[in-house]
């Protein structure tokens, strides 16, 4: 069992920067690739950007692609998500998950574990 609490959101102008963290307790974060994904009132769930176990591998959704950088410190236990430059249409609730898939993943159903979630709202 993994249990992921997010932190770090909340309320920042449009071009502004967050750096959401995800830390994670239970069994040892290395053991999993680590994602994030993000859900906007009214919209599904939008994959975010995924970290292989060892942090080699990482992948991101067009739309944050040059904007956003995933990274883990397994030595902490914990994955971060530095936003740069956001727009109004990264707003939404910002969740970390945890996957048994080596490399990372984009498919929901490969997520494991998830957080409660954090609030990113950009404002414009």
């Known amino acids: 069992q993994v249990q992921l609490v997010e932190s770090g959101g909340g309320l920042v102008q449009a071009g502004g920067s967050l750096r959401l963290s995800c830390a994670a307790s239970?069994?040892?974060?290395?053991?999993?690739?680590m994602g994030w994904v993000r859900q906007a009132p009214g919209k599904e769930g939008e994959f975010v950007s995924t970290i292989s176990r060892s942090g080699g591998f990482r992948y991101y959704a067009d739309t944050v692609k040059g904007r956003f950088t995933i990274s883990r410190d397994n030595t902490k236990n914990t994955v971060y998500l530095q936003m740069n430059s956001l727009k109004s249409e990264d707003t939404g609730v910002y969740y970390c998950?945890?996957?048994?898939?080596?490399?990372?993943?984009?498919?929901?159903?490969?997520?494991?574990?998830w957080g409660q979630g954090t609030q990113v709202t950009v404002s414009s």
């Open positions: 998950a945890a996957s048994r898939v080596v490399t990372g993943t984009r498919a929901d159903h490969e997520y494991d574990y």
């Open positions: 239970g069994r040892t974060v290395s053991n999993y690739a």
